[in-house]
């Protein structure tokens, strides 16, 4: 069984930076595509962004495109999801999740992913 623990969040000011990680357990990281995801109260979870299984292929929402970065290192089983120039509107639960698969391409839909974390909470003030 696949487990995926979030960490990183926290409460920051609009125009600040948080980097969320994401551990991932098993010896077969590496043939995982990732993908990070967010729930605001009362709105459903979205897509924010995804990589392959070789982080040669990324794909973001158009929220977060030019300010977030995803990113994995398969040495520590871990995906990364660097914050920069955030807004309150980027307050939300972020979930990580994974599906195994060694295609090129990324997944951008929830039903495409197998193992969610339990989430962390990123909260942004104005």
């Known amino acids: 069984q696949v487990q995926l623990v979030e960490s990183g969040g926290g409460l920051v000011q609009a125009g600040g930076s948080l980097r969320l990680s994401c551990a991932v357990s098993?010896?077969?990281?590496?043939?995982?595509?990732m993908g990070w995801f967010r729930q605001a109260p009362g709105k459903e979870r979205e897509f924010v962004a995804a990589i392959n299984w070789s982080g040669l292929t990324t794909y973001y929402a158009d929220s977060v495109k030019g300010r977030f970065t995803i990113s994995r290192d398969n040495a520590k089983n871990t995906v990364y999801l660097q914050m920069n120039s955030l807004k309150p509107e980027d307050t939300a639960v972020y979930y990580c999740a994974a599906v195994r698969t060694t295609a090129q391409r990324v997944r951008v839909r929830l039903e495409e992913y197998d193992y969610w974390g339990q989430g962390t909470q990123v909260t942004v003030s104005s």
């Open positions: 098993g010896r077969t990281f590496s043939t995982y595509a």
